[in-house]
């Protein structure tokens, strides 16, 4: 276990999920939705890092949920894993159809890695959707590690 790991397990899930936006409500649901009428897959295989609460596990029938704690399997009742940081997640090679990440990826302390396995556990032909939240402060990140734009360099930008 590293810092991260024990930062997030330490906090109040209960009270951070309870409040906020519902799922039919999040501005993410919709683009989720047209991009499930665009992959052209009938039941497709899908991935969220860093799912919190599981907000948006209804959305797909066959979906997997991660993070970093174990304290945020209560919110889920389709799968949940845990994946730490820096470690190789725990799927097959071209595994799923669909990974997408909500307002958590600045948030990841070994991007390289997060994104190389990504990368090995999506399909040929999958799609990989990113939903940064660039726009977070330190003082509204609640005291979560966050990594701001400005350390990528340029080739990231582009990607990001």
């Not at 799923?96 to 190389?116: G, M, R, S």
């Not at 396995?117 to 040929?124: G, L």
Request: aromatic share 16%; hydrophobic share 30%; net charge negative.
């Amino acid at each position: 276990m590293n810092k991260y790991n024990d930062f997030y397990d330490s906090q109040d899930r209960e009270n951070i999920y309870s409040s906020g936006t519902s799922t039919e409500m999040h501005g993410f649901t919709d683009v989720l939705e047209g991009i499930k009428t665009t992959l052209q897959v009938d039941h497709p295989k899908v991935l969220e890092i860093g799912a919190g609460n599981g907000r948006f596990q209804n959305i797909f029938d066959n979906y997997t949920g991660s993070d970093i704690t174990e304290n945020t399997r209560k919110f889920f009742h389709k799968n949940y894993i845990v994946i730490k940081d820096k470690e190789r997640y725990p799927f097959k090679n071209e595994e799923f159809d669909l990974i997408f990440t909500n307002a958590v990826f600045e948030h990841i302390p070994d991007i390289d890695t997060a994104l190389k396995e990504m990368i090995r556990v999506t399909k040929y032909g999958g799609v990989i959707v990113f939903n940064p939240a660039w726009q977070c402060r330190p003082w509204a990140a609640n005291g979560y590690q966050g990594r701001p734009y400005s350390d990528f360099n340029f080739s990231l930008k582009l990607i990001h």
